[in-house]
């Protein structure tokens, strides 16, 4: 495991950050934390870069504790802030994280041109920080960040700042790193963003987690079904509510929800029993999207006091 | 590491137009004193010069008065430089991204400890002794106990940025601010009424002032270099002026301040060690 956290809570004084944070992170995975503002994601990642110390609960990292020194040299980290000594350079920026990093100069230099070619920051690094754009900050921060090749990278809202252009070179980054086999860290509220790129998510609501797994997973777990259908009647409408498939009408199209695979001939034959005209019948794919508001909105009900098995998204 | 934080540290105040700023005023300072000290030379070189006890009493006075205003100087600088030093970083999030690299907090303070030290200590040497060469040319009055005196004068910017380095891992850098400069006033008041005490043998007073001196020993580290510098063998005893002094502290404030320092520092990397960013 890269990453493993049991129970992590922080309370800020009397204010949740978040609360019995179970999570196991393998390695090669790109794991998309999942959340509304204010729910906590922050507050978590702080929590594994040693920013802040939680109240209470265990995490590793790399198979060490939090706050280990030989681990936090493989682990690249951009914060949501992405705020840098602006009185230096982009090219003085890296050299001092490479000091920080303990890299040996010559191969410190190399690494220097590598991720600032990466980041498209190439011929920028002369200039003073103070000019650059919000988006070339978080730029630089990204390349500051990849500076040690970390074996895990940890970023906090990576594109908050940038154009669609930056965002598909972040995608197409985080794709290539996670094919040389990095592990990545993404919080991200950009649902689109995370399905892309992510293969384990994990949903945070007011601190606590309230959905997790592969994104097939997740996906797999509710289908949208559409249906046109002659005759619809109020006796098909009450049967399939009755049933909890809770039927809604856009026009001549009926839709329903169902929990998996194997309701779907259930619907078509209440639809037939009861009279209906089944012209097409189409199981659509339920984005993230749409599964991620349902989750938001369903509310924090499904307790995560311990550690669910299903949280863990094992490779 | 601490090396790297120290030369981080350095090189911001470099980086920094007011630290220009504050160059040219000081040398302006240095201007402005040795021409007032040349045109009182030209009046008391009537009496006799440098021999005479009444010009020696009136060079004492007005070196005291270039020591004061020194000392006011630095110590403002040391305050300033180093108010935000921690508190600042945090409040614009440039401290994240180093806090999660493998370098231990401690070396992040004591860092940026030895950088503002460098920086201070090079400050006030220059100003001590700019201000002493600039008396002892014009006038040719020698004070004593040079080494001493410069020992004492040093302690005072370090104490004042240890204990900002230290209100800066806590406070926001404006709370810090008034903080320090609160002590500050607090160690020149209680110097004071040390000093009227002592004068009007007020045991209550004196003790309220050396009271004061033990919360912040500034003052006291600076009436100890006055009157170190200025009453030897060959140099009367001051009269009493708000800028010198006749009662000097004891030896032991410098051993005191030096234990103060190292606690206050300690501190402040126990406090940083724990706090959330
Ligand atoms: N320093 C702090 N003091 C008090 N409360 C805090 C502090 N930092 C965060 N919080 C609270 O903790 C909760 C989680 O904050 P966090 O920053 O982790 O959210 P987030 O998921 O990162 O949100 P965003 O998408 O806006 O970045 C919020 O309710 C916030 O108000
Ligand atoms: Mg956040």
């Known amino acids: 495991m890269v990453i493993k956290t049991e129970g ?23 794991f998309g934390f999942l959340g509304q503002n204010g729910a906590g994601k922050s507050t978590l990642v702080k929590m594994l870069v040693g920013l802040i110390f939680p109240t209470s609960g265990r995490a590793e990292i790399l198979g060490r504790p939090l706050g280990d020194r030989e681990v936090k040299k493989r682990i690249g980290f951009l914060p949501e802030t992405f705020r840098y000594q602006e009185w230096l350079t982009g090219y003085q920026l890296m050299k001092f994280h490479a000091s920080l990093y303990k890299m040996p100069g010559s191969a410190g230099r190399e690494r220097i041109e590598e991720v600032l070619q990466l980041v498209r920051l190439k011929g920028h690094e002369h200039y003073k920080i103070r000019t650059y754009s919000k988006g070339m900050q978080q730029r630089l ?10 074996d895990l990278l940890i970023l906090d809202e990576p594109t908050s700042a940038m154009d669609p252009l930056g965002r598909k070179e972040v995608r197409d980054l985080i794709l290539k790193l996670k094919s040389a086999g990095k592990t990545i860290f993404l919080n991200s509220h950009l649902l689109s963003e995370v399905e892309v790129v992510c293969d384990h998510v994990a949903l945070i609501k007011k601190g606590r987690i309230i959905a997790g797994g592969s994104i097939g997973e997740l996906k797999a777990g509710k289908i949208e079904v559409e249906m046109i259908i002659g005759n619809y009647n109020d006796v098909i409408n009450r049967s399939l509510a009755e049933k909890g498939y809770k039927p809604w009408r856009e026009n001549e199209r009926v839709m329903v929800t169902v929990d998996s695979r194997d309701k779907i001939p259930v619907i078509a034959e209440i639809v037939i029993n009861n ?15 749409n599964l991620f508001l349902e989750l938001m909105q369903e509310g924090g009900e499904n307790d995560a006091d311990h550690c669910r098995d299903d949280l863990q998204g094992s490779a | 590491m601490m ?9 911001e105040v470099l980086s920094k137009k007011i630290f220009y700023i504050v160059l040219v005023l000081t040398a302006m ?12 030379v030209q009046d008391i070189n009537k009496w006799g ?7 020696r009493l009136i060079f004492s006075q007005l070196l005291s008065l270039g020591l004061y205003f020194s000392t006011f100087m630095v110590a403002l600088m040391a305050v300033f430089s180093t108010v935000g030093s921690v508190s600042g970083e945090i409040e614009t999030g ?55 005196g410069l020992t004492s004068f040093l302690l005072i910017p370090l104490l004042l940025l240890v204990v900002s380095l230290c209100g800066s891992t806590f406070l926001s850098t404006m709370a810090n601010g008034i903080m320090v400069f609160m002590l500050y006033i607090i160690g020149m008041v209680g110097g004071m009424v040390e000093q009227i005490g002592s004068m009007i043998e007020n045991t209550a007073l004196v003790n309220i002032g050396i009271l004061s001196s033990l919360v912040m020993p500034s003052d006291a580290l600076y009436r100890k270099m006055v ?23 004891s030896g032991i404030m410098t051993v005191y301040t030096i234990a103060y320092l190292l606690i206050v520092l300690f501190a402040a990397i126990r406090i940083f060690n724990r706090r959330d960013i």
């Open chain 1, 8 to 30: 992590l809570t922080k309370w800020y004084g009397n204010k949740l950050g978040c609360r019995d944070i179970c999570l196991s992170v393998s390695e090669g995975q790109v």
């Open chain 1, 141 to 150: 921060g990204l390349a500051a960040a990849l500076l040690p090749d970390p």
């Open chain 1, 275 to 289: 009279g209906g005209s089944l012209y097409r019948l189409t199981p659509l794919h339920n984005s993230l999207e």
């Open chain 2, 3 to 11: 090396l790297i934080i120290a030369g981080m540290t350095f090189r």
């Open chain 2, 29 to 40: 300072f240095l201007v402005v004193y040795g021409i007032a000290l040349h045109f009182a």
């Open chain 2, 49 to 55: 010069g440098v021999r005479n006890i009444q010009a």
């Open chain 2, 94 to 148: 440039t401290i994240q991204a180093v806090i999660a690299k493998p370098l231990k907090r401690s070396e992040l303070i004591l860092g940026k400890f030895l950088g503002y030290t460098v920086m201070m200590l090079s400050y006030s040497i220059v100003i001590y002794l700019g201000i002493l060469g600039i008396t002892f040319i014009s006038t040719g009055y020698e004070p004593s106990g040079l080494f001493s």
């Open chain 2, 227 to 249: 009157f170190g510098l200025l009453t030897g063998p060959d140099n009367p005893v001051t009269a009493f002026n708000p800028f010198s002094t006749m009662y000097p502290p």
